[in-house]
């Protein structure tokens, strides 16, 4: 069993920055994968930004170049740089962990972007 808990949520300006935090209850350099969804009202849960153990990074297209997955394994903890956020960047975002076929999911943080 794997906890994740997510922090950094928040309300930001068009244009502005947030980070997220998912601390979890075991190594993160151990999991198969781990990262973000998010899921905004009226949508389907998405992809954001995964790392996998061998530290490759994937994004969905509409944030490469703004968002920014990293991983502290002496902390287990999973970070999400936000940059150059916009309106459609709200949503409710959730940490994931995948590991021996395994999905693990966070409670959720509010990321609201005012434009």
């Known amino acids: 069993q794997v906890q994740l808990v997510e922090s950094g949520g928040g309300v930001v300006q068009a244009g502005g920055s947030l980070r997220l935090s998912c601390a979890a209850s075991r190594s993160t350099f151990s999991m198969n994968a781990i990262g973000w969804y998010r899921q905004a009202p009226g949508k389907q849960r998405e992809l954001v930004a995964l790392?996998?153990?061998?530290?490759?990074?994937n994004y969905a297209n509409s944030v490469k170049g703004r968002f920014t997955i990293s991983r502290d394994n002496a902390r287990n903890t999973v970070y999400l740089q936000m940059n150059s956020l916009k309106a459609e960047d709200t949503a409710v975002y959730y940490c994931y962990a995948h590991n021996d076929g395994i999905a693990y999911w966070g409670q959720g943080t509010q990321v609201t972007v005012s434009s």
């Open positions: 790392i996998s153990s061998g530290g490759n990074k």
